[in-house]
């Protein structure tokens, strides 16, 4: 019998169970099995704890829970040559979108100021802008960062989008390289960055680049926390810079009671949901993924270990 | 020459500035005349105190400074030949589709339930929903209604419409009718109202209508106060039936400091700012229509008053 295993440290029955049905000719493994068992070609991986994959003989590809693979990456237990597949759900995109532009909405129409002011009785309408009057950069041009993109066109900001290669969506300025980096966020009311964690990446969001944005700039991260430098973003917050970030990921999650952007008056934390997986629409596109690879086809969507995402 | 007075108790000046730009023919009064003086053949009117249109002689026609004209049909002092003059104006409706799906978005994905969470120290992801497992349920189709309708769609929110007329919208249900209203909310997440206020939409959303709605539900009013019956909202949001209601406008503003909406838990109060007339495109407007018809053309945008919008 073929066997598959679920490397989660979440609920990995539930997705066993559904596994079972799409699958029903594997055998579905919620514990690694230790080196001596019969292989295991295919690991579906979350973020499992040490162990797991060294526990696992004969992977032939690992298929990841999240969009984000950078913990797989570097995880010394995984063999260089094992291919790595990254989930790119449309419906991780759509979660995102509805997240991003919640975030961006609330913002841009003061939807806080006036929760404030009614905690104090207090009708006082604010000059409102126009969409039109707000720029916004998005960094990261790809499955998570397009579709945001063409919704903000669509409300009509000024939207900048800055990516690897300087990819084109229609409506938004395209930005690309270290020196496009600059140009891309130099003024803007808005930054998003729905970035891959890289090298390139970590820590991209710093006193410089937040220096550049306009003043009273709104900083959106559903991405991963070590694209930002915790301290330069609330150095730029007390100092004005900044008017708020609303922050979803962060270096360590849950993040700890005592980090200080839990009682930061201008971050708005949320737990990690910008962009849930759905177990169905994730085992769905696993299964096409596997009977794919059982065929000699290529697996789609493959890590490339040097781009880091 | 050519007078126009600017009826508005806002800022009359500010806006009499740009009509001397656009109508340099034109004399710009910001007050009322009195009955013996010259003619003003054009009043643009927001909402003035009495008297003004009785001490205006020889008024050819009223453009609106708002969307709503519910108060300029009332007016007693208006002459039930004299056209009014609705502003549709891209701007109102740029505005206000920022401002429903802000506040719809911001609902859909638990904003507020976090912002809650991070007053306690919590982490604690809810189960997040995708726009295609919502049904919203929007009341209008022209203007104001149809962009909002065509955001929810592109988010993939299940969306109905309904109007009065049955309009159709691209990948919205639409409702008409009476009869078709019970349709149109049955069931929904969401209650959006984009209405004009008329004999027909006072009072619409009332016990009957509000215990249609799923349980849960959320209702947005940035249309008029009055279409809401004030205490049915309270005892549906106080059952359990609604989960929460954003509302921009009411029966009276500013909001009395005494009404229990600014004290309720689960009502969001913002002080009439959802889609605010942006003067200049404002000016732009009428000044195109005054232009229109001196030269005999009709009236854009009339006001029927048997309708009452």
Redesign the interface.
């Known amino acids: 019998m073929k066997r598959l295993l679920i490397a989660s440290s979440g609920n990995p029955e539930a997705l066993a169970e559904r596994f079972r049905a799409t699958l029903p000719d594997y055998e579905i493994l919620t514990q690694a099995p230790g080196q001596d068992a019969e292989p295991v070609p295919y690991v579906v991986a979350g973020k499992p704890g040490s162990g797991v994959f060294a526990a696992t003989p004969g992977i032939k590809a690992i298929l990841s829970l999240n969009a984000g693979v950078e913990h797989l990456i570097a995880n010394p237990e995984i063999a260089a040559d094992v291919p790595i597949v990254r989930l790119v759900d449309q419906?991780l995109a759509?979660?995102m979108?509805?997240?991003v532009?919640?975030?961006i909405?609330?913002w841009?129409?003061?939807?806080g100021a006036?929760?404030a002011?009614?905690a104090i009785?207090e009708?006082?309408?604010?000059k409102?802008k126009?969409?039109?009057d707000r720029t916004v950069t998005v960094l990261g041009a790809g499955a998570l960062g397009r579709p945001v993109v063409e919704?903000l066109v669509?409300?009509?900001f000024h939207t900048r989008v800055w990516s690897r290669t300087g990819r084109e969506i229609d409506g938004a300025t395209a930005f690309s390289g270290q020196d496009g980096l600059a140009d891309a966020v130099e003024g803007a009311d808005v930054l998003v960055t729905l970035l891959p964690l890289t090298a390139e990446t970590e820590n991209l969001i710093n006193a410089a680049l937040l220096g550049r944005l306009a003043d009273g700039a709104f900083v959106v991260n559903p991405a991963r926390g070590a694209q930002i430098v915790d301290d330069d973003l609330i150095a730029a917050l007390d100092s004005g810079k900044l008017s708020g970030a609303a922050l979803d990921v962060f270096r360590t999650?849950?993040?700890p009671?005592d980090h200080p952007f839990?009682?930061h008056p201008k971050i708005?934390?949320?737990?990690?949901?910008a962009a849930?997986t759905?177990a169905d629409s994730a085992v769905t596109q696993m299964t096409e993924a596997i009977r794919r690879h059982e065929r000699g086809d290529p697996l789609p969507h493959l890590v490339n270990r040097d781009a880091g995402y």
């Open positions: 419906e759509l979660g979108s509805e997240w532009l919640a975030e909405l609330a841009h129409r003061n939807l006036y929760q002011a009614q009785t009708w006082t309408p604010l409102e126009l969409a039109r919704h669509r409300f009509g999650e849950p993040l009671a839990w009682r708005l934390v949320s737990p990690h949901v849930p759905h």
